[in-house]
């Protein structure tokens, strides 16, 4: 029978091969890093949203802000620019504040489901009100 020369290795699927090993890596380290986290300010009415379930992490998701004028008034922001919201299970429970929301603003597709969500982390302050810590996505 006749055997054919060994063909030499394909230098994309090598480098396939090595983009993937590479992910892996970097996935793992990322997921090793300790838990970097933005304080939100939660929004009046929120408490009741942030009192639901018994796990204190939870998942969010990113949205602009309804009702930036009255928003901005009882946050003491002086900013024109629209906040980003974070949302739990549909309903706004803070916004963070103008310079990070300007940071993350122009990658929200305007609306709730634009795939950018991340996680939180609920806290009580020394007045048994709840806090709202959530770790940065990855951009």
Not at 7 to 35: C, D, E, T
Not at 52 to 77: C, H, K, M, Y
Not at 81 to 97: E, S
């Amino acid at each position: 029978m006749y055997e054919s020369p060994p063909r030499p290795p394909n230098p994309f699927a090598l480098m396939v091969k090595h983009f993937g090993f590479s992910l892996r890596v970097l996935s793992y380290v990322i997921s090793q890093r300790p838990w970097k986290q933005l304080e939100v300010t939660v929004t009046p009415g929120a408490q009741r949203y942030l009192d639901i379930g018994d796990a204190d992490t939870f998942r969010v998701e990113f949205s602009l802000a309804d009702r930036q004028d009255s928003l901005n008034q009882q946050l003491g922001e002086h900013s024109t620019d629209q906040l980003v919201a974070i949302l739990r299970d549909g309903h706004q429970v803070g916004v963070l504040d103008a310079e990070t929301s300007a940071a993350y603003r122009p990658m929200l597709g305007g609306g709730p489901g634009n795939g950018m969500s991340t996680a939180a982390k609920r806290k009580r302050d020394e007045h048994g009100q709840w806090r709202l810590l959530i770790s940065r996505p990855l951009l």
